[in-house]
């Protein structure tokens, strides 16, 4: 892995060296005649974005990976994937390798002002926890001082425990790996007694461990890490396509349409805002540079939020996880769209 | 123009013609590649700027923000990246130095194994050449790594070696004077007094090996020292404590598989140095030392391994460099050098282009070092009459 991020850094150079400088509003263009949205994806995220044995992705980044291809290219399945580790992931974006990043990443602000980057939006509301062995007897953070703590170089995660526990006059050792495979092999060898991440790959990982049911992921959540994709800055008509089709995916389940009902509501559905959602009689398509079925495509191919939530991270899924702070606001969570019209 | 030119002046006419040529040549090429160099330089800026990429390097005095897990000086989260690429930097150092000793101690070892005449002796010479060389590092150090994470016992339970040495998935802690850079200084002052002595002694009555003598002498000296102090004085003995072994000295599993790692596949290069070189001494020096009467030992040590010095140290010096570019690989088991703090930081501050110009300035310096080391210790050998 080491000399593959080694050599996207290089291709940012060489390509920052050679490229002729960057043009705004390209980036729809290029998608459109390559016929493939470039999406940058994690190596291996259990519930966001995996390959399984067959090489096909699943997961709630690699839906919104699919949407973004139903919406422009009407086809979801026109992506090209590219796997990233979290230190190539913002340079790959820079350097133009990829056209969306959608790879559980913490929008914060200074990646937004400073990497030449900018988020879209928010698709998964994390936070920061701990995982530790059950032999250890630990039900709380603040018992974890002194403790030998795996964390992935490069993440917002590094940062912030070194926060937390400066803040409690805690002490740690930390041992850095740079793939999330090389810190879980780690950590269930024994290397580390914590290990620490978004509480969504913690439940991944835990759900990989060779007998899931030692491991204990404590309660406390010491950060807010809201995730969501990325774009190059200075395309501003691509950044409003793929934040606004994050926006489709939540208001597809606001409105209760789902993979199996949407044509029978588009042929049906006497509701004004259902039917500009899914362009019957008006066009809401062409303000954003597409046509008008593009939110109809997305909840037919890929299915609205709630049901990508559940077959890639709840009930549906090995990870099982509770909507909670990703519910839709009318049902207590946080997931709001600003009106299609 | 009067009569052509003859003799002497006709050759200078034309030797200066040919110098101005050569002039005008060079001054192009160079014209042209400060002008490429300038082309590159501001293409980057430009797309930066077009990128709106913020760049420079106002960053190294903000606070860092994250931990390292190993540290030869203080560091905390609130220092500068500067310190924290200064702390990458001494890890690197360390791990390098460290490598470089063991990597020669065991490529010289090896490398007489494989010239014995005992076949067995010779045989495992082979095999060990064979096995580190024709593998690759990666492998070997994710296989060190592996191995000691999984099957060393946990901190709870470690393998003690008489309360002077724990050795658990934490990594070796051993016991250490309490007074530790007391101890220290004391080794260092009798260790040079001590190698001084044996040096000025060996001068004088051995034929050879002098330097060497001295060497073995001062570090055997500052050892006992370091040992006597620490009995006196008191040590400051590991103990496991809750999560952490405390006390003591501490070695990380991380550090140990990349510093065997690097000195397992490096000397398996420097055996095959050593061997090559003693090979290239013409077979005319082994005879003529022992048709004077030399025994075999002496004929290697006086005759043929100071002229095979000669023709292994330039390739040695690269062996040396490689291993130093070579640690870079502890990216992938968790040792914190400087390029796995240069990742986290690109990582966090985004300034990748400035973070690999740091990271390849350090290497560069670190390798010039070596090589005007390497050279004076080469011109140190070459000048000895052959």
Known sequence: MRSKHLTTAAMTLAGLALATAAHAGKTLDAVKARGQVVCGVNTSGPGFSSADSQGKWSGLDVDFCRAVAAAVLKDADKVKYVPLNSQQRFASLQAGEIDVLSRNSTWTLSRDASLGVVFTGINYYDGQGFMVPKKLKIDNVNKLNGATVCVQAGTTSEKNVADYFGAHGMKYKSVVFDTAEAITSAFFAGRCQVYTTDMSDLAGARSKAPKPDDYLVLPQVISKEPLGASVRRGDDEWFEIVRWTQFALLEAEENGLTQANVDQQKSTSKDPGVQRFLGVNEDMGKLLGLDSEWAYRIVKQVGNYGESFERNLGSKSPLNLPRGANNLWTKGGLMYAPPIR | ?386
């Open chain 2, 1 to 386: 123009m009067s009569a052509a030119a003859v003799g002497d002046e006709a050759w200078r006419r034309r030797q200066r013609a040919r110098l101005r040529r050569e002039w005008l040549l060079q001054g192009a090429l160079l014209v042209v590649l400060l002008a490429l160099l300038a082309g590159i330089a501001q293409n980057v800026a430009a797309n930066l700027e077009a990128r709106q990429i913020k760049s420079g390097f106002g960053f190294l005095h903000d606070p860092a923000g994250f931990n390292i897990g190993e540290l030869l000086f203080d560091y905390s989260a609130r220092d500068s990246y500067l310190r924290a690429f200064a702390v990458g930097m001494s890890n690197t150092l360390r791990v390098s130095i460290a490598g470089i000793v063991l990597a020669s101690v065991l490529g010289v070892v090896v490398g007489l194994m494989r010239l014995s005449h005992h076949g067995l002796v010779a045989w495992l010479g082979s095999a060990w050449v064979e096995v580190f060389r024709n593998t690759p590092l990666l492998i070997q150090l994710l296989t060190i790594y592996l191995l000691a994470t999984e099957l060393l016992p946990d901190s709870s339970a470690p393998i003690a070696i008489d309360a002077v040495a724990l050795l658990s998935k934490q990594g070796l802690q051993i016991a250490v004077p309490a007074e530790g850079t007391t101890a220290l200084g004391v080794a260092l002052v009798v260790g040079l007094l001590a190698g001084g002595a044996a040096f000025a002694a060996a001068r004088r009555w051995l034929p050879v090996g002098a330097g060497l003598a001295g060497v073995v002498a001062g570090l055997a000296g500052a050892l006992l020292a370091w040992l006597a102090f620490g009995t006196i004085d008191g040590w400051s003995r590991p103990e496991v404590d809750g999560f952490l072994i405390s006390g003591g000295a501490s070695l990380t599993p991380e550090f140990l598989a990349l510093w065997l790692g690097l000195s397992l596949f490096t000397s398996a290069s420097i055996a095959e140095l050593v061997r090559a070189g003693a090979l290239a001494v013409p077979v005319g020096q082994w005879n003529a030392a022992l048709a004077l009467g030399l025994t075999r030992r002496k004929a290697i040590a006086g005759v043929i391994f100071p002229q095979a010095l000669r023709l292994a140290i330039p390739p040695l010096a690269s062996q040396y460099m490689n291993l130093i570019k070579n640690s870079s690989l502890a990216v992938v088991i968790g040792y914190p050098d400087l390029v796995s703090i240069g990742n986290t930081s690109i990582n966090q501050n985004g300034q990748a282009l400035e973070v690999i110009v740091i990271i390849m300035a350090v290497y560069l310096s670190l390798n010039l070092v070596v090589a005007v080391a390497m050279g004076a210790v080469n011109a140190r050998v070459t000048r000895a009459p052959r």
